[in-house]
């Protein structure tokens, strides 16, 4: 079955330090992979898309990498600030139509 | 620019009742969704409309219709609602359909089913 596993746990770390976030996928081929941010009672907002062909892309302290092999993504946020504490929510494309299947999220908390 | 906006913003049913979430963005976007997220669990598609005039199922479609009013405007309803139905519903909307583009998500239903 197709599934987008992202960890449950939430993630605890000092402002300063990198948060990495994993998202790995089965049974999907997506040509892209988009990031999103959450806060609580809020919508989900964009934050990166990275495509099949492409091994990483960056924006401000972010940092997106996309494994086609491993089917794996990784998600980091450098210089980690309390105000980037939210859900980070990683999409798979399914069918190259912009129809999303998104993982359940990873919380993350930056400890000031 | 108001992006996506829903309303209402929260609602109460009783088992049976039936109503109408409204979604409207004003960013001339073509294609729009209606999502579900449930505690646990990612946010499911009900429904979406990749352009005017175009409906179609996503991943839970069950229980919900939908209408495309115009380019602005998608709603989603339920007719005859169920406790499963309690639930967060968010309408997003993109750019196109076709290839890569970002969604753009509205603040959100609460709806509670009794």
């Known amino acids: 079955s197709q599934k987008i596993e992202q960890n449950s746990e939430a993630l605890n770390i000092q402002e300063g330090k990198t948060a990495t976030l994993t998202c790995n996928y089965t049974?999907?081929?997506?040509?892209?992979l988009q990031w999103y941010r959450q806060d609580p009672g809020r919508g989900p907002v964009f934050l990166l898309l990275?495509?099949?062909?492409?091994k990483e892309k960056r924006k401000e302290r972010l940092k997106v990498t996309f494994d086609t092999t491993l089917k794996q993504s990784l998600f980091h946020i450098t210089a980690s600030q309390p105000a980037d504490s939210a859900t980070y929510l990683c999409?798979?494309?399914?069918?190259?139509?912009?129809?999303?299947?998104f993982g359940k999220g990873n919380q993350v908390v930056v400890i000031p | 620019n108001a992006g996506v906006t829903q309303t209402p913003k929260f609602q109460v049913l009783k088992t049976g009742q039936s109503m109408t979430l409204q979604c409207a963005q004003d960013m001339n976007h073509n294609s729009m969704y209606w999502y579900r997220q449930d505690p646990g669990m990612g946010l499911r598609l009900i429904y979406y409309?990749?352009?005017?005039?175009?409906?179609d199922k996503g991943e839970v479609p069950n229980g919900y219709n939908v209408s495309r009013l115009n380019k602005r405007e998608f709603s989603l309803r339920l007719e005859s609602a169920a406790p499963s139905q309690t639930s967060v519903y968010f309408c997003?909307?993109?750019?196109?359909?076709?290839?890569?583009?970002?969604?753009?998500f509205g603040p959100g239903t609460r709806l509670t089913v009794l």
């Open positions: 999409a798979l494309d399914i069918d190259g139509n912009n129809r999303l299947a």
């Open positions: 049974n999907y081929s997506p040509a892209y």
């Open positions: 409309s990749a352009s005017e005039g175009t409906t």
């Open positions: 997003a909307s993109s750019e196109e359909s076709g290839g890569p583009n970002e969604q753009f």
């Open positions: 990275i495509r099949e062909n492409e």
